[in-house]
């Protein structure tokens, strides 16, 4: 860029030289010369710019390069986070799958237990009930028995009664056999 700011200003010379000197020949010579040297500087100018262009084109290829293994490397360490979140959340699905199971058959086995245990507080109740009616009916038959008892007593007493009578009997009938 200096170089074409020098030949600008190297022709920028030659014409105001050429101006000052008042002639002709030397004013187109001096033109020419403006023309050639301003060609040089705007070639020397396209050339840097062009240079300049394709460097920063060179820096965002290489940019993009990097990005682009940036994100290779991000969408690598995702799909690895994706993996592992799928797995823990495959795991804690088990998991709670596991414990909804384990809640549901706790379930089954306290109602089986509420179950149970109303079939065991009915027997029981029956159980007592019977066991009440027994009761009632034992006392029934001891006291049935203690009468019999006494019935029996009295029955026995009688037959001692009826005996001594017969014996009695008896032996008046053998005395007057005996006698006759």
């Known amino acids: 860029m200096t170089v074409a700011v020098v030949l600008v200003a190297l022709a920028a010379f030659a014409v105001v030289g050429a101006v000052v000197s008042g002639s002709w020949l030397v004013a187109s010579v001096a033109a020419l010369l403006a023309l050639v040297l301003g060609a040089g500087a705007t070639k020397i100018t396209h050339s840097e710019l ?7 084109a060179r820096d965002r290829a290489q940019q993009a390069q ?14 690895k986070h994706d993996a592992h979140m799928t797995r823990e959340i495959s795991r804690r699905e088990e998991a709670i799958s ?4 384990a809640l549901t058959a706790a379930h089954q086995r306290a109602a089986d237990a509420v179950r149970a245990r109303a079939d065991e507080a009915r027997r029981a109740d029956q159980a007592e009930r019977a066991g009440q009616s027994v009761a009632v009916r034992l006392e029934e038959a001891e006291q049935r028995a203690a009468e019999a008892i006494v019935r029996v007593h009295e ?25 006759a």
């Open 155 to 179: 029955l026995e007493s009688e037959l001692d009664a009826v005996r001594a009578e017969l014996d009695a009997v008896r032996s008046q009938d053998w005395n007057k056999t005996r006698s």
């Open 50 to 56: 062009m240079a300049t262009r394709v460097e920063a």
């Open 98 to 101: 596991d414990l909804e199971a």
């Open 66 to 79: 990097a990005y682009r293994a940036l994100t290779e490397a991000r969408v690598a360490e995702q799909a």
